[in-house]
């Protein structure tokens, strides 16, 4: 291997050798595009002098010993290395390969030197920070000198222990320094070609100040902002500049103080940002992708210093080309934005109807979307949204889109009738039979019994399924489960949960006509029939059952899921609580966090997932206290009623309309809780149809068709059933499992949007209280109340151990969280609107609850005394944390 290649030599091929950076610049000057000459020093240089180092496998043998958290031993080992590598001699073939790389590109030029890591060694994310870049170096000293310090700072403080975290070898890393002539630009910046921050694919977004880019990257510098949309320059923010970075004579760069008459003034001027728009766009083009570029301005010539791709857009769901459509985030309306796996998606997806337009999900970055555009691009339904006062996330966010300059110019006006009517009958087809059921129950029915009966009729349904799949095997089992349609099941309880919302709008204007007064939501509380409130009361019945049994507890703060079972048939008073457990995981086992991802782990495969709740429950509560507190919410509901109903025969006519409340009232009690139960059915069915896609995934490893039985969890069903059939090889299999393993981390890292549109932009629901404090974080009011306590900030439900008073802090809640309301104080969510899961649970705990509060999980730290105002929908930080 060459020890210099010059950029002509270089293209995206050529990373292992000259790493990503190089590789870059070789690809862009190979496709023509304007980028000063420049070679790079291979990774085979690299290797030589460290090779030749002699005390650098000593060196490498000890950092491959340390820890990450041996600060001290780590710095003064780095520091020797760095010293070690910049004290070599190079070798003379190297030396001389560079100065002949160096004399081609003319002596009497200044150099930019600069790292360029090496994909296949280091993660790009590993290096941020560490690479150096060394401006303004002149002559042959200055250079030879510049490329050892490239070579050391491959063991900075912050890179070793980065790579001793993830588990790098340090003797696998490698490194590549780019040589490059130096550009003198008057302007620099950097360009998106898609907007970063809204992700709209069609503006290309640019960044302009005086002097170099260094400047600009740094941070030292402010820079103009202009944004471009198909070649029309939309938008210009003036920044007052008063620095910038200039090069010094004699080698290196310094920051100067710049002159009055050009801190207002424009960078670029606008003839030349047209210009750089249309060269991002040739660059996006070549690469297929957006790129994030940087640019300088020397003279009237524009030249290109490096381009990477964008990895910080979310995906745009696919879609027909050139039409545009807005599609609704499935992902917060079921408090669930996590990535899923392919899988987890496909599942998912095929739980809708392939037959009904209006349910033909989409997925982007490992999410569901929904596809709204027909019904948006109504009149009636715009101009209902934009009027609607009510509180919801989604209206807030798609009250935007209708108001964006995008939808008024490009949302069709013609035919749109066309395909709405089509929806419309879609709609109808499946809520006809659920309305006719509301009617009846409205009218005829006693709702808890109708709730009673549509349990058992899908009990029934689910062993039916049961027994068919079980009579399958291989790849009729999978198409079984893919057509399977869940809806008939569900059509009872849709018609009982509309019933409850029918009747709380109705109690709701009768309550303000006759008494002139706003609800009371003491009569939410402990409503009967809620199968998430259940479950939450099952656990605590587990922490009563391990509680006489010290043994029993202490197993379970060492419990691990491979063993579990086993070793708690070892303890004293094991037995016992297994029984209880037994009875939990037979109702509620094929639960989890996250679970309508079919990939989630469930509670009766890893029931250490308990464990957190449990203990939780031991120590914040007596025994029994979570049933006397459910019961407590029943009396305050009960005693709320009779407040309201005697108030109410105190009016005219009120005997009659005392009557009419209390049907209402009962109506919206016996089937508030029911609106959990749709959920709980499709998880009971993904519950059965786990086990048997694992059972078929088992079957293919011994086959050694696949690796590993989750290697199921990265093919589609239409894969898996290719794959059961022997239409998908398994070469072809294992190469699009590895595939879409390697991209899971860039899409786990990824935030849903709430609403994006087919040309990438993204909008979310922001809500701004107007009886908020100065400084406050402001969301959805969705439990009133108000409580004062310490934030206990909770990401993932397995780590949760929330203590008794504590605030609640996530980024959303599942049924599979409500365990943790009986100790949280209040609850604040990033996700969530008036009838999602936490805020519903958190009415009938009767605690104070704000969802929709943006970056809460980022924003809120462990141990900040806070108060949680549930009324008007506002978090005031109100002390730092604690020591």
């Known amino acids: 291997m060459k020890y210099v290649l010059q950029f002509e030599e270089i293209d995206r091929h050529s990373l292992p050798h000259v790493g990503g950076k190089g590789a870059n610049l070789g690809e862009m000057a190979k496709a023509g595009l304007p980028v000063p000459p420049g070679f790079c020093v291979t990774t085979a240089a690299y290797r030589r002098i460290t090779d030749e180092l002699q005390e650098m496998e000593r060196w490498l043998n000890e950092l491959n010993r340390l820890q990450p958290d041996q600060l001290d031993e780590i710095c003064a080992l780095a520091q020797k290395i760095r010293e070690g590598i910049r004290s070599v001699t190079i070798p003379t073939p190297i030396r001389e390969s560079i100065l002949q790389a160096w004399t081609r590109l003319g002596t009497d030029h200044a150099f930019a030197v600069r790292s360029s890591a090496t994909a296949e060694d280091l993660p790009a994310a590993s290096f941020a920070g560490q690479q150096e870049t060394y401006l303004n170096v002149q002559g042959e000293e200055q250079l030879l000198e510049a490329v050892k310090k490239c070579w050391a700072s491959l063991f900075t403080d912050r890179g070793i222990v980065y790579r001793i975290r993830n588990g790098f070898d340090h003797k696998s890393v490698s490194l590549s320094v780019i040589v490059q002539r130096m550009v003198y630009p008057e302007v620099s910046g950097i360009m998106f070609t898609a907007d970063p921050v809204t992700g709209h694919r069609r503006t290309v977004s640019i960044e302009a100040g005086f002097g170099l880019g260094e400047g600009l990257v740094s941070g030292i510098v402010t820079a103009d902002l202009y944004k471009v949309r198909d070649e029309e320059i939309i938008e210009k923010q003036i920044a007052n500049k008063d620095k910038g970075v200039y090069a010094v004579a004699g080698g290196g760069t310094e920051v100067r103080e710049l ?79 996590d990535y899923m796996k392919p899988l987890g998606i496909s599942v998912f997806l095929s739980l809708a109807p392939e037959d009904i337009t209006m349910f033909r999900l989409t997925e982007a970055g490992g999410r569901p979307f929904w596809d709204c555009s027909s019904l948006l691009f109504l009149k009636p339904v715009q101009r209902k949204i934009l009027s609607s006062t009510v509180v919801d996330d989604n209206l807030f966010a798609l009250k935007k889109v209708v108001q964006s300059e995008d939808f008024k110019r490009l949302a069709p006006k013609r035919g749109v009738w066309r395909e709405a009517l089509s929806t419309m009958k879609d709609i109808l087809s499946i809520y006809r039979k659920a309305i006719l059921r509301l009617i009846q129950v409205w009218y005829w029915e006693e709702p808890e019994l109708a709730a009673r009966i549509a349990l058992t009729a899908f009990e029934q349904e689910l062993d039916r399924v049961k027994q068919e799949l079980l009579a399958r095997s291989g790849a009729e089992r999978i198409r079984l489960i893919r057509r399977h349609n869940i809806f008939d099941a569900m059509i009872d309880p849709i018609a009982l949960t509309y019933a409850g919302f029918i009747a709380m709008a109705v109690l709701k204007k009768k309550i303000k006509k006759w008494l002139g007064e706003e609800w009371d939501s003491s009569i939410e509380k402990s409503p009967p029939g809620n199968i998430t409130s259940e479950m939450g009361l099952a656990i605590g019945d587990l922490a009563d059952a391990a509680r006489p049994h010290p043994e029993v507890i202490r197993y379970l703060e060492r419990a691990e899921d491979r063993t579990f079972y086993e070793g708690l048939s070892e303890v004293e008073g094991g037995g016992a609580f297994r029984k209880k457990l037994d009875e939990f995981m037979e109702k509620f086992g094929m639960r989890a966090p996250g679970e309508i991802d079919i990939t989630r782990v469930r509670y009766r495969e890893a029931p250490t997932m308990l464990v957190p709740s449990i203990l939780s429950h031991l120590k914040s509560n007596a025994p029994g206290e979570h049933r006397e507190k459910f019961k407590r919410g029943e009396k305050q509901a009960q005693e709320a009623i009779r407040s309201l109903l005697q108030r109410v025969k105190a009016t005219r006519g009120g005997t009659r309309k005392a009557k009419k409340l209390a049907r209402l009232i009962a109506m919206y009690r016996n089937t508030v809780g029911i609106r959990e139960l749709p959920k709980y059915i499709i998880i009971r069915y993904l519950g059965l149809y786990r086990e048997t896609i694992l059972e078929e995934a088992k079957a293919l490893v011994v086959k050694g068709i696949l690796d590993q039985t989750e290697d199921v969890y990265y093919l589609t069903l239409e894969e898996l059933i290719s794959l059961l059939e022997s239409r998908l090889n ?154």
Not at 266 to 281: H, M, S, T, W
Not at 330 to 337: A, E
Request: charged content about 25%; aromatic content about 8%.
């Open 730 to 883: 398994k070469d072809e299999a294992r190469k699009r499992i590895c595939s879409r393993k390697a991209s899971e981390e860039i899409y786990r890292k990824l935030y849903p949007p709430l609403v994006i549109t087919s040309e990438g932009e993204t909008f979310s629901a922001d809500f701004v209280s107007d009886k908020a404090p100065p400084g406050a974080l402001t969301g959805i009011p969705a439990s009133s109340g108000v409580a004062e306590g310490y934030v206990r900030v909770v990401c993932r439900l397995e780590d949760g151990k929330l203590n008794k008073g504590e605030i609640l802090v996530a980024p959303y809640t599942d049924p599979g969280w409500t365990p943790l309301f009986h100790s949280a104080k209040a609850l604040v969510t990033e996700v969530g609107g008036m009838m999602t899961h936490g805020s519903v649970v958190a009415r009938e705990y009767g605690i104070p609850a704000v969802v929709s509060v943006k970056d809460a999980t980022r924003i809120l730290k462990d141990g900040q005394y806070v108060r949680v105002d549930g009324t008007n929908g506002y978090v005031e930080i109100l002390e730092g944390e604690k020591e």
């Open 259 to 337: 002159p009055s008459e050009l801190r207002q003034k424009q960078a670029l001027p606008d003839p030349k940002i047209r210009e750089l728009a249309a060269l991002g766009r040739r660059i996006e083009k070549h690469y297929g992708s957006e790129q994030d570029v940087e640019w300088c301005l020397e003279g009237n010539d524009i030249y290109i210093l490096q381009s990477r791709p964008v990895t910080s857009l979310y995906p745009v769901p696919s879609g027909k080309k050139g039409e545009y459509r807005v599609y609704l985030s499935v992902g917060h309306s079921q408090m669930m934005t």
